[in-house]
């Protein structure tokens, strides 16, 4: 094909993009009951958000102003990383379900009392937290802390003694979790590792056509227990929310375990609700009028009434409240569509459609190098970026943060990429050391001028006490060319992340081509020339961005995000998870 013209293999990539939406509709129950009977598990959560003050028209990806909103956001991330999951994105859903981990992970520690060991490995704090918090589950009690109080028992006095698989959670009548292995796999698989990276090859190679992967089921499981830890740690936050409110009766029906691990069938929500955000798919009217008419269906349960005429089944149970979030994600996108039209005074749908082609032809190149080269941490590395910068495409569609983790993921895996076909014995040396980090990847490529870009998106990777968004939306707001208007440029700095990683995975997509056969390098150049960027232009891109966030360097990340009980947590002297990591370990 290559050999009779590029124009064949652009109409391959498109075949491949558009086979794998079709089978995203297909779906093999090993990953769909999981993920809908842990979503069951929401209970009686979003009558008692209602009743407590929530914010009904909140942005899905907003973590909140306030703590009632901030725990809403917690339940709506899992929701994102659901509506992922059902199209078989478990690489992006796993970065936001690996930080709500972390988040609400370090709340069960400081409600516990729990402190850091020196030098413990993150994962192995987690899981002392979340055993400690749910050992009594649905009866958890906080521990007061007084800064008067005598200080903590130091790390190797205390006593407690787990199995290898470290502590554990029951979850249901009698579902044994380790929550330590739940955040490693995590860790690993964002990191291109590990038994999961089985599922980057599915999505991003086999275009779930061919037979799933033996991983399918216990992966699922794992993220359902993740979803499970998550809603249980916000019921208790909100139980007792409910309490310091007077409101006696909500804990004890928020605090329900009835739904936990109950069963809520293999059929996940429409096709069409889970489709991207574009005027031709998930915007299309007929899609929001469906999604409006759920949500007004929501509002009804959550006031009583029975819209449908019956009580809800549980499956239907579980998508109305999947598309009442779904349906909020479409509001806010129309939203921010007319004021970009009080803006700019027209909106500009083609070129938002052309976007997307370009992101479509980068991830389907790199996803094609994952079929020649698999089995090879090259072909680990295409498919973590395939994955990936789908993902972070769908999400920025919604202003999501989160895009930005994603594409951390594509920054590491094309570094890695490019250090295996330039460098072998290098990226040999690097795999072979349990203390690699991203940043290693990426200096290893010749890219040690990124470090700034690398800092910023490992910020919005992780969802602990030392998180600093803010700090890292100004690093990639300066980063962008100076060409951007100034008044804008803080609103174009997720896209412009999102365009700066697609020609740098390009351009690693092309010379791994051309280490396959020089003949499909040159196609694969021929098609970025015709699609996305002159070839001549490729090159000095990347320089220019090498330059830009070489000039970023020394600054400082500002603030931290979270605040209250966080300030607390940081002012731990043995509390230092990094952002560089390489298996959920502390980096400093």
């Keep these: 094909m290559a050999a009779m013209g590029s124009k064949y293999i652009v109409e391959a990539l498109i075949a491949r993009h558009n086979a794998r939406m079709v089978a995203i509709e297909k779906m093999p129950a090993a990953s769909i009951e999981p993920i809908m009977s842990a979503l069951l598990s929401i209970g009686y959560t979003d009558v008692a958000f209602r009743q407590l003050g929530v914010s009904r028209d909140r942005s899905p990806s907003s973590y909140g102003a306030n703590w009632i909103d901030h725990l809403a956001w917690g339940v709506d991330s899992v929701y994102a990383a659901a509506r992922l999951l059902f199209c078989g994105q478990f690489m992006g859903a796993t970065a936001i379900l690996r930080s709500q981990f972390e988040r609400w992970a370090e709340n069960a520690a400081y409600n516990t009392g729990i402190t850091h060991r020196s030098g413990e490995p993150a994962a192995s704090y987690y899981g002392r937290a979340w055993a400690k918090c749910h050992e009594d589950y649905p009866f958890a009690r906080r521990v007061i802390r007084n800064p008067e109080a005598t200080a903590a028992p130091a790390w190797d006095e205390e006593t407690e003694q787990y199995s290898p698989d470290g502590p554990s959670v029951n979850i249901g009548l009698d579902h044994e979790v380790h929550p330590v292995e739940l955040m490693e796999s995590m860790s690993e698989f964002l990191h291109g590792r590990g038994p999961w990276s089985e599922l980057a090859h599915w999505d991003a190679g086999q275009l779930f056509g061919a037979e799933p992967p033996s991983i399918l089921r216990d992966a699922s499981e794992s993220l359902a227990d993740v979803i499970t830890l998550i809603f249980r740690q916000v019921r208790l936050c909100l139980a007792t929310a409910a309490d310091e409110q007077g409101r006696m009766d909500l804990p004890a029906k928020i605090l329900s375990r009835s739904f936990e691990r109950a069963y809520a069938g293999p059929v996940g929500p429409k096709f069409w609700s889970l489709v991207p955000l574009l005027p031709k798919a998930g915007l299309r009217p007929e899609v929001v009028a469906g999604l409006e008419d759920a949500a007004r269906a929501h509002t009804e349960v959550m006031l009583r009434r029975r819209p449908a005429g019956r009580l809800y089944r549980d499956d239907e149970f579980t998508h109305l409240h999947f598309y009442e979030r779904r349906a909020r994600a479409v509001k806010w996108a129309l939203r921010a569509f007319r004021m970009e039209k009080e803006k700019i005074g027209h909106l500009d749908f083609e070129y938002l459609e052309s976007r997307d082609f370009r992101y479509m032809i980068a991830s389907e190149m790199a996803g094609i190098l994952a079929v020649w080269l698999e089995g090879s941490p090259v072909g680990d590395a295409a498919a973590s970026c395939s994955s990936a910068l789908r993902s972070a495409y769908w999400l920025w569609l919604e202003d999501d943060d989160r895009a930005l983790a994603a594409l951390r993921i594509v920054l590491e895996q094309s570094a890695r990429m490019r250090t295996w076909t330039e460098k072998p014995e290098k990226a040999e040396k690097l795999a072979a050391s349990p203390s690699t980090t991203p940043k290693d990847w990426v200096k290893a490529a010749g890219w040690n001028r990124l470090r700034a870009l690398t800092k910023a998106l490992g910020e919005f990777s992780h969802g602990h006490a030392n998180v600093r968004f803010e700090g890292a939306r100004g690093i990639l707001e300066k980063i962008q060319s100076g060409d951007v208007d100034p008044d804008y ?62 000039a970023q360097r020394d600054t400082p990340l500002g603030d931290y995000s979270f605040h209250g009980p966080a300030a607390a947590l940081r002012a731990d002297r043995n509390y230092l998870p990094g952002n560089d990591d390489s298996d959920g370990s502390v980096s400093q």
């Design 489 to 550: 440029s803080i609103h174009m700095a997720r896209g412009h992340a999102l365009d700066a990683l697609t020609i740098l995975l390009l351009a690693e997509s092309v010379n791994t081509a051309s280490a396959v056969s020089a003949l499909i390098g040159d196609a694969f150049l021929d098609i970025v020339d015709d699609v996305v960027i002159g070839r001549e232009h490729l090159a000095t891109r990347r320089e220019e961005l090498l330059n830009r966030a070489l």
